[in-house]
């Protein structure tokens, strides 16, 4: 028998509760387009090829030699190239749309491209960079902004972004950038890969657009330190066999100061690794920014006396002034004539780099160059031809994608303080992934003199190993592991109370820096304890301790303002007064103590 069908009810359209069922029908259709919307734009966000790309091209290597002869180095390798390296028939865009609308074709394929291919790797794609190389976020208004494999809502970091996201992402073997204030060792920080910014000069710039001649450098990216290596022997020319030498680091312990990852993942890492290993030597601990203001006699110009502080922080702020001074005047001799007459529409964060490049007055250019002579003189003397300085790579995570601060006064101070170093001295310098800390990739570097930049790539490709094993155990390892005297004990204990401190421990917190005070007569570790004290209610314990802190520091502005907060508590407002003034004639522009001397000019009126 047929099946019977049910019968349809007529709908009575001027009933109102119908039209309540058809609306809430209707409303739920809308909601669920908007979810599955939703849905594909997430999915989308991770553009086709991380956004790495601006153009897809292939560049077939050379042909191989026939038997017996040895395969070339780079045989099966793919890489790509940032967008201001030219290939024989594409137009090299610079970052810039205006840039590759007015001018034509390459002529001839750069000769570091040309080395690659005929070694064996294949070219298969120019990637984006920050408009004209002046950034270091990764973002490009006109061609979009490359994804960070690693933590996708944030930047990637430039101006070599596309570079790094390609290698970070396992679109290809290795990439080449170029590095003028940063442009490859920051992204690599942010992507979690290798990059190496070699000496000044060691690699043809024939066919590549400059930024500034005087700081830019080609470098290459890896994921593998081994591909790393292999690509610097081919692009460096250097013999594969050379004496074998001692190495010796020194580890800039002021650098480290300015990042907030523990020194058990960064400094106790390296320690351990170079007890490990022969041919070794125990490493060396070192001032940086006081050694370079003793041995670069003309940066005290550019040192603005209001603001030096006890660990040479100001002269490294003045090192990167004076490269971007530097950095801006070629860029200007550059590209002056072409701005001018196409006036071309810039993205909003290359405004202000243009605008300063165009107004820089051509005044004192010579002592530009004689500072950068003497940092290189002054990293030669102190690195010989066996040492490596180690440093952080940068001192900040990676910023949120289209964060409406952008880059802080402080994060960019911070980053540049160590950025500077390498850029002015003209020295080699391998940016090398450490694991992460609080979901964040690790970078830290070594730098080595000019012209020793197979010492490095060999010291890497040694160290590595042993490096990975040693990562793995202290991203598990807490509490801090004692260090057998291999790190300065008194750091460590410094390092836990400052643990306890974030974590609210305050009691705990005294406990460590006491234990710390115990072992080293230090300003800081007195300073510390007194900011526990504060938090405890303990008011003569902070201003005793603060006291002490500055007989050991005049200059330690934290303990000033610690006492004065002190002083304040125990009702003592004219002493407390002095503290606040104190601490502003050392740190004028400080907020908190500006706000605290006109609270307490009340309170003593």
Request: glycine share 6%; with cysteine; charged share 20%.
């Amino acid at each position: 028998m047929p099946t019977k069908l049910p019968v349809m009810t007529k709908l009575n359209v001027s009933n109102p509760k119908v039209w309540v069922v058809i609306g809430v029908g209707f409303a739920g259709i809308l909601i669920l387009a908007e979810v599955n919307r939703r849905r594909l734009k997430a999915r989308n966000s991770i553009k086709q090829d991380f956004g790495a790309f601006i153009e897809r091209i292939e560049l077939l290597p050379f042909p191989q030699p026939p038997p017996p002869a040895a395969r070339l180095s780079l045989s099966g390798l793919s890489f790509a190239i940032k967008d201001n390296i030219d290939v024989k028939e594409y137009v090299t865009g610079f970052g810039s749309p205006a840039w590759k609308r007015t001018h034509e074709v390459a002529t001839k394929t750069a000769m570091v491209v040309t080395a690659l291919l005929k070694n064996g790797s294949t070219c298969v794609g120019k990637t984006i960079m920050d408009e004209f190389g002046l950034g270091i976020t990764g973002e490009n208004e006109h061609y979009g902004t490359p994804t960070n494999p690693k933590l996708p809502s944030h930047i990637p970091g430039g101006s070599s972004s596309g570079s790094a996201v390609a290698v970070a992402a396992e679109l290809v073997d290795f990439a080449l950038g170029t590095d003028t204030t940063g442009c490859i060792r920051v992204p690599v920080a942010f992507c979690g890969v290798f990059g190496f910014r070699p000496s000044h000069g060691a690699v043809s710039t024939i066919g590549v657009l400059p930024v500034s001649q005087s700081l830019d450098s080609i470098g290459w990216l890896a994921r593998d330190p081994s591909v790393l290596h292999r690509v610097g022997h081919v692009l460096l020319q250097i013999p594969s066999i050379e004496p074998k030498r001692t190495r010796c680091f020194v580890i800039a312990d002021d650098l480290f100061q300015l990042c907030n990852v523990p020194k058990q993942k960064t400094v106790y890492v390296v320690t351990k690794v170079i007890e490990k290993l022969s041919g070794y030597q125990t490493p060396k601990h070192l001032n940086l920014g006081q050694y370079i203001a003793s041995n670069v006699p003309s940066l005290k110009g550019f040192i603005e006396q209001s603001t030096i502080q006890q660990n040479g922080m100001s002269t490294l702020r003045a090192l990167s002034s004076v490269m971007f001074l530097l950095q801006r005047y070629e860029f200007n001799t550059n590209y002056e004539e072409w701005m001018k007459a196409v006036k071309p529409r810039l993205g909003s964060q290359v405004t202000s780099h243009i605008a300063a490049a165009v107004t820089l007055a051509p005044e004192n250019i010579k002592v530009l160059y004689k500072v950068r002579t003497e940092m290189r003189v002054a990293m030669q003397n102190l690195l010989k031809n066996d040492g490596i300085l180690v440093l952080p790579t940068i001192a900040d995570p990676p910023l949120k994608l289209k964060s409406r601060k952008g880059l802080s006064a402080e994060v960019h101070d911070r980053a540049f303080a160590l950025l500077g170093i390498a850029s002015i001295s003209g020295c080699c310098q391998a940016a090398i992934p450490f694991g992460e800390h609080d979901n964040y990739p690790i970078s830290l570097s070594f730098i080595a003199s000019h012209g020793t930049d197979k010492f490095l790539l060999d010291t890497v490709l040694d160290m590595y190993s042993s490096i990975q094993d040693e990562v793995i155990l202290q991203s598990s390892a807490s509490p801090l592991p004692d260090t057998n005297g291999s790190i300065d004990a008194s750091e460590l204990l410094k390092e836990k109370g400052n643990a306890a401190f974030k974590g609210k421990q305050w009691n705990k917190a005294v406990s460590y820096y006491t234990e710390a005070i115990k072992l080293s007569d230090n300003a800081t570790y007195y300073s510390n304890r007194a900011a526990a004290y504060l938090e405890l209610g303990c008011f003569q314990q902070a201003e005793e301790d603060c006291t002490k802190a500055i007989s050991l520091d005049k200059k330690n502005v934290k303990a000033y303002m610690r006492r004065g907060t002190a002083r304040e508590s125990l009702l003592f407002y004219k002493e407390a007064l002095q503290d606040i003034r104190h601490a502003l004639v050392l740190e004028p522009q400080n907020k908190f103590a500006s706000v605290s001397e006109k609270r307490l000019r009340k309170l003593i009126s």
